[in-house]
């Protein structure tokens, strides 16, 4: 950040207070940050070292520049998003008078749909890792509870309760607690890792044989050489949440039960599934179906 001029580094400083005190993600406002960072260090090449200074022009040339350098269009539209909260936000601050982002378009992209895995290919996963006993539960909580792999990751002893069947996502940033019922084959797979989780004072649920925290990067590596071992193409770990949504809602689970058991914020998210859904939805009942 040595380019970026001093105050440019103070307005990316009040706007990440700014993001914090609504309730953002720490991730959310990590990439903000750097995607203005990015722009800030992008136009003092050009001797432009102050907020009034920076035109729309400046902010077409850093898209183009980005798309140059094979940045998708989603991650540029991604920065564009960042660049005109920052803009607004110090506009409204006095900080400048007119906003140059305002007219600054996003890049035209098609939106992939998500990726649902078949019933042959999640199975497929789950006979792949089934020796790995660690690795077998984890991918059962995933497709059995549409969960996030970050809420896996912190999951806590505490926080599985086998005899009332379900499990605590505790509240973390703008997430708001929820409990989410856990079926047969979940309890299973997680009595049988239990039983062979290495003994330690750590209460994350699962942990290496050191002890320690199994974290994220490391979960989303195992998973990705599961996938690949089960000879399953194109998929990442958010796609067992994919599936978990998707079947969950062609079963016929009412849409709002599902949206709030994943955890969704908008209703519309989980309501965009059904366009890809290729069967009817059965009729609406509150019950879950084992994956």
């Known amino acids: 950040m040595e380019q970026i001029d001093q105050n440019i580094k103070q307005a990316i400083t009040a706007f ?37 200074e920076v ?6 040339a850093f898209k183009a520049s ?5 940045y998708t269009t989603k991650s540029i539209s991604r920065k564009i998003n960042s660049i005109k909260s920052f803009f607004a936000y110090v506009q409204s601050n006095g900080a400048i008078s007119e906003n140059p982002a305002t007219n ?46 970050s809420e896996l990751a912190n999951l806590k002893i505490g926080d599985i309760d086998l005899v009332g069947n379900q499990i605590t996502i505790r509240a973390y940033e703008s997430h708001p607690e ?13 009595a049988r890792y ?20 199994f974290l ?20 990442k770990v958010n796609d067992l949440r994919h599936t978990f949504i998707a079947q969950q809602l062609t079963s016929g689970s009412p849409l709002v039960y599902i949206s709030k058991l994943v955890g969704h914020k908008r209703l519309s998210t989980t309501e965009k599934y059904l366009e ?16």
Do not use: W
Not at 66 to 70: A, E, F, G, I, P
Not at 119 to 139: F, S, T
Not at 222 to 233: M, P, Q, T, V
Not at 280 to 286: I, T, V, W, Y
């Open 16 to 52: 990440k207070s700014h993001l914090a005190s609504q309730g953002r993600a720490s991730a959310t406002i990590l990439a903000y940050s750097k995607d203005i960072e990015q722009l800030a260090n992008f136009v003092a090449k050009s001797n432009k070292n102050n907020l009034s």
């Open 55 to 60: 035109t729309k022009d400046d902010i077409d």
């Open 66 to 70: 980005l798309s140059d350098t094979n």
């Open 104 to 149: 600054v378009t996003h890049p035209k992209y098609d939106i992939k749909p998500p990726r649902i895995l078949n019933k042959i290919e999640y199975r497929a996963l789950r006979d792949a890792c089934r020796e790995d006993l660690r690795m077998a539960a984890i991918v059962e909580l995933l497709l059995q509870t549409g969960m996030r792999i």
């Open 178 to 190: 929820r409990v989410i019922p856990l079926n047969q084959p979940v309890k299973e797979s997680l």
């Open 194 to 213: 239990m039983e062979t989780r290495p003994k330690s004072g750590n209460t994350f649920v699962f942990i290496t044989k050191t002890g320690n925290a």
């Open 216 to 235: 994220i990067r490391n979960i989303r590596s195992n998973l990705d050489r599961y996938f690949h071992i089960a000879g399953i193409e194109n998929a």
């Open 276 to 291: 890809f859904i290729s069967e009817k939805p059965a009729k609406d009942k509150p019950k879950l179906i084992d994956l």
